[in-house]
């Protein structure tokens, strides 16, 4: 009998998977799966609605056998496979942007890259500006601006302060109930602010 489930992470060739009823199984490929059309190295990818066969019921394993159509998926070039490439995530409801004007500073630059590539993969995208706490007065006029500016184009900003909790129910309502792929810089505290959310569905 055929389950259905969403891929939760992927590690090497096994992936876990939530089905409906919360339950969690580690689950590998049978054989080959091919994706029509595109060449990838990784035909299974977090975000990936799959159906699969319970293997072993009391292990929690399962085999995936397919892999239902794509609502959309965000795409690299592979690192070791020339013309083929690596699917980061599917079908994702947010790209959130985590960026900082200072410490470090994310250019102008990379936003608008990450921008082009969001319009390119027709995935809505979010701009959120952390460690607003360490801004001095200037600072923030700057950041008024720059906000102001991609908001101007359609592009939601949130200033916030992961360690002073400053506007994070804002940043819990983009990833409550929502497939969110968060990019950025290092250093720019990702794993600070995603870690309360971590069980968030």
Known sequence: MLEKGLVLRSTGSWYDIRMEDGSIYQARLRGKLRLKGLKVTNPVAVGDYVQFEIEDKEAKTAIISGIDKRQNYI????????????????NIDYLVLIATLSYP??????IDRFLVSAEAFRIPAVLVFNKADLLNEEEKEKQKKISQMYESIGYPCYLISALKDESLDKFENLLKNKKTLIAGHSGVGKSTLIKPFASLE
């Open 75 to 90: 795409i690299r070039q592979s690192v070791h496979r020339h013309h083929y490439g690596h699917i980061l995530a599917a």
């Open 105 to 110: 500073n994310t250019s102008t630059g990379f």
